[in-house]
């Protein structure tokens, strides 16, 4: 096996990306967007309890732990512990434990699945295939989200329309066939400025992963920085074609299912 070598950049960039000069974001646009978002939540915790948030503790992910743990909406938050995340993510369990006095609930593979995969495959298999790479997604990402998932009656995710052509037709409420569930995107229609914008005003926590390039932030063999002008999430899976990185955590079947969206009654427009 040959392990692909990035030939992005792997030092900070010149601007992180926190503090980078962005386009002005309209005060009274990104208001209606808040509001609609806050609305959101709101009306998860109240009509889809128990819900849970799957967070990345990248920097979407960050915007909806403070409006969820700021309002103190009854949602639990979890995230997937897989055993090969950089230092910076873990470290964020720390922080928002130090910022909001909450614990994120790590959920953590199955030993044995891991274990068995690195015996007979390789430790860093997934670079060999996508049936490999996938395979290890299965067990350090996938089956963690089921269990995570087991008796709620919808999830949340930091998923952002922008973010990648695998994700351009996402809605904020969809029907997961796969856990036959609610989901929920509540920053679909947010845009990197929007995100940026809000941690800075609120002063939110984020992955330092952010100012050297990363804005977009996986397990560490799986994640490289990205150069300027690259899409947001080129870093992810860099050897393999855009078309199919994505985790699993959003596929049935092996596709990346966008089905059913669901109508939004009494929500202010965006």
């Known amino acids: 096996m040959t392990t692909p070598v990035s030939t992005a950049v792997t030092t900070p960039v010149s ?26 939540l709101a009306r998860i915790a109240t009509e889809f309890a128990p819900a849970v948030f799957a967070s990345s503790l990248a920097a979407e992910d960050m915007v909806l732990t403070e409006l969820i743990l700021r309002a103190k909406l009854p949602i639990a938050i979890f995230t997937l512990e897989t055993g ?40 860093n298999a997934f670079y060999d295939s996508v049936e490999m790479r996938k395979e290890c997604c299965r067990i350090r990402k996938v089956d963690p989200l089921n ?36 989901k929920f ?8 400025d929007d995100v940026w914008h809000f941690i800075r005003t609120r002063d939110v926590p984020y992955n330092r992963l952010h100012d050297q390039g990363f804005p977009s932030i996986g397990c560490e063999p799986c994640t490289r920085a990205v150069q300027p002008g690259e899409d947001v999430r080129a870093g992810r899976w860099w050897w393999e074609n855009p ?16 089905v059913n969206p669901e109508p939004q009654p009494d929500m202010p427009s965006t």
């Open 243 to 258: 078309e199919s990185k994505e985790c699993g955590l959003h596929v049935v079947d092996g596709k990346l299912v966008r």
């Open 185 to 192: 995107n509540p920053l679909a229609d947010w845009s990197e």
């Open 15 to 40: 601007t992180p990306l926190s503090t980078a000069v962005m386009p002005t974001v309209s005060t009274r646009d990104f208001e209606t967007l808040l509001a609609s978002t806050q609305a959101t």
């Open 147 to 182: 269990r995570a998932l087991a008796g709620k009656k919808a999830w949340l995710t930091g998923q952002r329309r922008a973010q990648s052509s695998t994700r351009s037709a996402l809605s904020i409420q969809e029907d997961d066939v796969a856990h036959r569930m609610a």
């Open 84 to 123: 090969r995340l950089h230092a910076e993510t873990l470290d964020m369990l720390t922080r928002i434990r130090a910022t909001y006095g909450t614990e994120v609930t790590p959920y953590r593979p199955d030993a044995a699945a891991v274990d068995a995969y690195v015996r007979d495959h390789g430790l």
